[in-house]
């Protein structure tokens, strides 16, 4: 199976991204993320259904304490003169960072850790810009000040079909 671990985003934060990535939609040929939105902690790729208990039993040692994210500005990767990924950032990210190293330590065995390891959430993969200069125009988009509160995180299986990835929670932790 495919799968990632991720903090889900809840359905009002899920609206506000839908509304951002409409702004989006005649800047050229994007692959727009569909709810529910994730910030993804680790991608893990395929794993065997023996690797996927193995990974359970190590995350459910990780115990979080519930804390805020606050939506932040937009952004891409890699940069804006090679636009591939379009993404909204979290503020003031060091609690999403700490727990993300705590699944980092706890994988270290089975999988790299990540060192490169950015707070966001995708909005959609770029295929080719119209304009870039309308692009960067958008990126300066205020976003709303919004909060969610995070109290778990997922184990998230990926399908990958012609309509884009069908995602299915596995087990949840926090």
């Known amino acids: 199976m495919r799968a990632f671990i991720a903090i889900e985003t809840p359905e009002e934060i899920s609206k506000t991204l839908e509304e951002i990535q409409k702004k989006f939609k005649d800047a050229g040929k994007i692959n727009f993320t569909k709810p529910p939105y994730h910030l993804t902690l680790k991608f893990l790729g395929d794993i065997s259904e023996e690797q996927a208990e193995k990974i359970m039993s190590l ?4 115990k979080i ?8 500005e937009l952004g891409v990767f890699p940069n804006e003169s090679y636009i591939r ?4 950032g979290v503020k003031d990210s060091s609690k999403v960072n700490e727990l993300q190293q705590q699944i980092d330590s706890k994988l270290a065995g089975l999988f790299e ?9 995708t909005l959609g993969r770029v295929k080719f810009i119209k304009d870039k200069e309308i692009i960067k125009e958008l990126l300066k988009t ?19 079909t012609p309509k884009g990835p069908e995602y ?6 926090g």
């Not at 995350?59 to 990780?62: F, S």
């Not at 304490?65 to 932040?72: A, G, K, T, W």
């Not at 990924?85 to 909204?88: G, S, T």
């Open 85 to 88: 990924v379009l993404w909204v």
């Open 59 to 62: 995350l459910r040692n990780i």
């Open 142 to 160: 205020k976003i709303p000040a919004l909060k969610f509160e995070v109290k778990e995180f997922k184990l998230i299986k990926s399908e990958l």
């Open 113 to 121: 850790k990540d060192l490169r390891f950015h707070a966001h959430i």
């Open 65 to 72: 304490r519930p804390f805020e994210l606050e939506l932040s």
């Open 168 to 173: 299915e929670d596995v087990e949840v932790f």
